[in-house]
């Protein structure tokens, strides 16, 4: 069964806006992962937050994550037309790159 | 660029045939995976490997699928006979046991008639 659920299922803005998504999940984890996926193509790992972290950055990229809610946020800062693609949140009960979790992803479009 | 590769991308194939799908995992990796994407469940862990052992395959329908990894460089997942609801795509991903980021691959998509 799936422990990520991302929320909204499809996000469409303009270009240049920022983009939220958002991931709940149902266990205790060791990590969630944010991954790309443009149309036809394989994951693109963006981001890895552990348990004990609150907050991570990567370039346009912010992640929270509160373990107490069991939820996480990706906001995406100035999209491009570029960015337009599926992300996923996925899950790791544990450390060792074990499987994840995936949600059903939200898909994002961004228009220039 | 270090990449992991999947053979065959696309395949069509008629019910009851065997499918064998083929990832090369990024060199020096030591775990692999093999997910399945459909619409209607999503990305599906189907077998992991650690050190070229089988660590978990739970998600696999053992009468029909069977995956293994005859070196570090080759992993592959067979499907005998195939049936319309396998057809999906088939992803693999790579990675080390030290860091949690998994790499996928490009994808088999397969379409059983």
């Known amino acids: 069964s799936q422990q990520g659920e991302e929320d909204p299922q499809a996000l469409s803005i303009q270009e240049g806006e920022n983009a939220t998504m958002n991931c709940s999940y149902k266990t205790s984890i060791n990590n969630l992962q944010w991954y790309r996926q443009n149309s036809g193509r394989g994951l693109v790992h963006l981001i890895l937050i552990r348990s004990n972290e609150r907050e991570k950055h990567s370039g346009r990229l912010r992640v929270t994550l509160d373990t107490s809610k069991k939820s996480s946020s990706l906001l995406i800062t100035a999209s491009r037309a570029a960015d337009t693609a599926s992300y996923f949140c996925a899950t790791a009960h544990t450390s060792g790159n074990t499987p994840l979790v995936f949600g059903k992803g939200t898909r994002l479009s961004v228009i220039a | 660029d270090a990449r992991v590769t999947q053979t065959p991308r696309h395949k069509v194939t008629e019910m009851g045939q065997e499918v064998t799908m083929r990832c090369q995992p990024i060199l020096g990796h030591n775990t692999v995976f093999w997910y399945r994407q459909t619409m209607m469940q999503g990305l599906e862990l189907l077998a992991y490997f650690r050190n070229r052992a089988p660590l978990d395959d739970s998600g696999m329908p053992k009468d029909r699928f069977s995956a293994e990894m005859p070196d570090a460089t080759l992993a592959t997942l067979k499907i005998q006979p195939s049936e319309p609801r396998d057809s999906a795509v088939y992803f693999c991903?790579?990675?080390?046991?030290?860091?949690?980021?998994?790499?996928f691959g490009p994808g088999t998509r397969l379409t059983v008639l």
């Open positions: 991903a790579s990675g080390l046991v030290s860091l949690d980021t998994q790499y």
